[in-house]
């Protein structure tokens, strides 16, 4: 299993940015897949989910600004990033499970994990 994350980046508050997950070695649609995002100093934090049907879930800190989906023929997970904030700025990760998870936005229940990009929301 490899996750390669891609589309970080700076921008301004305010701004948009687009993060994509590219999958390979495994069955993408029917994995539970997720974003993470860490900044220095703090826990990792869980922003999004998506499972095998394409429900999702979202942190409250990004409802309504931050959308997430996936492309199953592409094996690609997307994070579409609108209305972006200083404490928005973090690496961002995305991940995966081979099932159902319960806890969708926590980071233990998901075994593979990309390297990360870099996002950065400064003026």
């Known amino acids: 299993v490899q996750l390669v994350e891609s589309g970080g980046g700076s921008v301004q508050p305010g701004g948009s940015l687009r993060l994509s997950c590219a999958g390979s070695g495994f069955t993408f649609s029917t994995y539970s897949m997720a974003w993470f995002r860490q900044a220095p100093g703090a826990f990792r934090e869980g922003v999004a989910a998506?499972?095998?049907?394409?429900?999702?879930n979202y942190a409250d800190s990004v409802k309504g600004r931050f959308t997430i989906s996936k492309d199953n023929a592409k094996d690609t997970l997307y994070l579409q990033m609108n209305s972006l904030k200083p404490t928005d700025t973090a690496m961002y990760y995305c991940?995966?499970?081979?099932?159902?998870?319960?806890?969708?936005?926590?980071?233990?229940?998901?075994?593979?994990w990309g390297q990360g990009t870099q996002v950065t929301v400064s003026s």
């Open positions: 998506i499972d095998s049907d394409g429900s999702v």
């Open positions: 991940a995966a499970y081979p099932g159902p998870v319960v806890s969708d936005l926590a980071a233990y229940e998901y075994n593979y």
